[in-house]
């Protein structure tokens, strides 16, 4: 919860506006936490996620993701009983909102400042003014400004490169917010990812930011810099389930399938997908030396220690595990169990469909 | 349920056991599918799914993975119902069966003969005589004999190379079931990777074959070659949510948290997370030329098409993708629906906890 009230104090000293991506955690219990905090505003990735937030008593919530216009009928639900804020990139997506909403929302413009992945280029005026025209002829789309994703931080590991990232993006958009600004006075400028709300130090410019991650931060975060190891705030208990002597490994029960396969590379080009902590009686220790989990499949994972770290663990045991990315770990696991002992839940299930033949 | 047909005469005409693996599909009803054609005994890799399908009908179970001591109570309880088979590698394992099983199981030692994540090595003579004594001793504990999975033919695309793993597999079992067939005339020889199962015509020399992924294939098999492209029986369908026409990519609603973050390396060097087809009434196409699922991030799919397939696509048009991995994204989806329009259930949650700090 420290990671919560640190987030919360750095964006009151900054005077933006703190919507957490509430996708990180996916729980309820979790989401009073912020609430404890004073957070009121949230953000999630699906329509599913924001029906399950709202069924909690979140009444403001963005879903940021490009709106899926095959989940109207969602969406109309949701409108008529919370504040939703949806997100574009297209013109077809604002003319079918604006065909079968029944129900106001907010509706943003994303933004590409730079990541690649999706959003409207920055410097592509006449695609944003087309797009800010089109919802302005529509009565049940209110403009509310423009928001950023830049996931291009992830892959940096300098406080300098990320420092020049944000700068970039807030400079695109202060750009867009002049553009604009006479006709919509009060358009808001998001900007959401967990290294820039965590390593930058005076966040101005924008209006609102959104970072998920850091709730429970993860390897990944702390090579980037985002956070140490002590900030780390999730863990996986893996039970021992075979030890091999011979080549000084033991294997978890605990594979892709709980921690996905994300890794990180290290400097001598070793692969880690997770680091070994000591598990104690209100949590556990920081990253032991000599132990690492090496590759992981379905469900195996497969930990290289040193001998006198090998002879420590027997069968049975339960092993600590820092994953390298929490969203996904998080995403697998459908449940927590806090150093405290408290059950929390984890939203299950995903809307897609898988066919089968 | 061509792929089921296929392997179940298969394993006819070979006068093997087929013992399917579950986890690919992890659904009752596709159980009742290899029930349909005559299966009665399934493999799963955990005690949950073991208790999932104990109570969908399936009395002889083995869960092949190091038997994980920390689920003695759920393992007893299912004693008692079913006829359980258990794995182990360590000795310490053994004991602790021992000391707390109240009822009969089936116990198969777990070798090692190439693939090197887990199992005794099977030249290893010293740890297997001294295990099987151990075994012997207990009453509770019936020696049933040995079990392999080579893995390492998942990393192959030659035929050849494919039948060397597993006639060296096989060579090494019968020398273990020559040591050990005075005292057990009953011991049974298992093994089960779907390349090995799919590719080799003739396969003597084993008791038993325990193949799941063969039952949907996916794009990893194809590649090595256990499948056509037509046998590929799972297919997700997704959302277009963002069409960015400057760099002829499409997004949609369907990233790693869907579909894992397997990734197919082509020659070219380029990565492919998935092929893209045409979704028809019955089904779907072969993969289409000219476009594929070339990046993932947690909930985007970026796919990359020729100029006529990205005109082809409408936002909000469902996108048919081929699964690199199907066991992941099966385990990720938690449901399914047939081309014929029925739902089928996937067993939800994972036993493993996350703590929360």
Not at 22 to 44: D, L, M, N, Y
Not at 173 to 185: G, I, M, V
Not at 277 to 303: A, F, M
Not at 314 to 335: E, F, R, W, Y
């Amino acid at each position: 919860m420290q990671n919560i009230r640190r987030m919360v104090e750095k964006a009151k000293r900054n005077r933006v506006r703190l919507r957490p991506h509430f996708k990180t955690h996916q729980s309820a219990q979790v989401g009073e936490w912020f609430r404890a905090h004073g957070v009121e505003a949230i953000t999630v990735s699906s329509v599913r996620m924001a029906r399950y937030f709202a069924n909690h008593g979140w009444d403001d919530i963005m879903i940021a993701f490009p709106a899926n216009i095959l989940e109207l009928e969602s969406i109309n639900e949701l409108a008529a009983r919370i504040k939703l804020h949806l997100v574009a990139v297209n013109q077809e997506t604002v003319a079918a909102l604006a065909k079968h909403l029944q129900h106001p929302v907010q509706l943003s413009l994303k933004i590409d400042t730079g990541y690649r992945r999706t959003g409207i280029m920055a410097t592509n005026y006449a695609e944003v003014d087309a797009l800010v025209q089109q919802i302005r002829e529509q009565d049940k789309l209110q403009f509310a400004g423009f928001v950023v994703h830049d996931g291009h931080t992830y892959k940096q590991t300098d406080t300098d490169a990320i420092q020049t990232i944000f700068n970039t993006s807030v400079y695109q958009l202060r750009l867009l917010r002049e553009r604009y600004k006479s006709k919509f006075p009060d358009l808001q400028l998001s900007i959401g990812d967990t290294p820039s709300c965590s390593i930058i130090k005076t966040i101005h410019g924008v209006d609102e930011i959104r970072p998920g991650n850091f709730v429970f931060y993860d390897l990944t975060q702390q090579r980037i810099g985002s956070c140490s190891f002590d900030d780390i705030a999730v863990c996986m208990a893996c039970p021992v389930v075979a030890k091999h002597p011979d080549r000084g490994e033991l294997i978890l029960y605990g594979g892709s399938v709980h921690f996905s396969k994300d890794v990180i590379l290290q400097e001598d080009a070793s692969s880690v997908y997770g680091r070994v902590v000591e598990l104690t009686e209100n949590g556990w220790s920081g990253p032991l030396e000599g132990i690492e989990v090496v590759s992981l499949s379905q469900e195996h994972g497969v930990v290289k220690a040193s001998p006198e770290l090998f002879d420590k663990y027997k069968i049975g045991d339960l092993m600590g595990v820092l994953p390298v990315h929490s969203c996904l770990t998080a995403n697998l696991m459908q449940g927590y169990l806090t150093t405290a002992g408290e059950q929390l839940e984890h939203l299950t299930g995903l809307p897609q469909r898988e066919l089968v033949s």
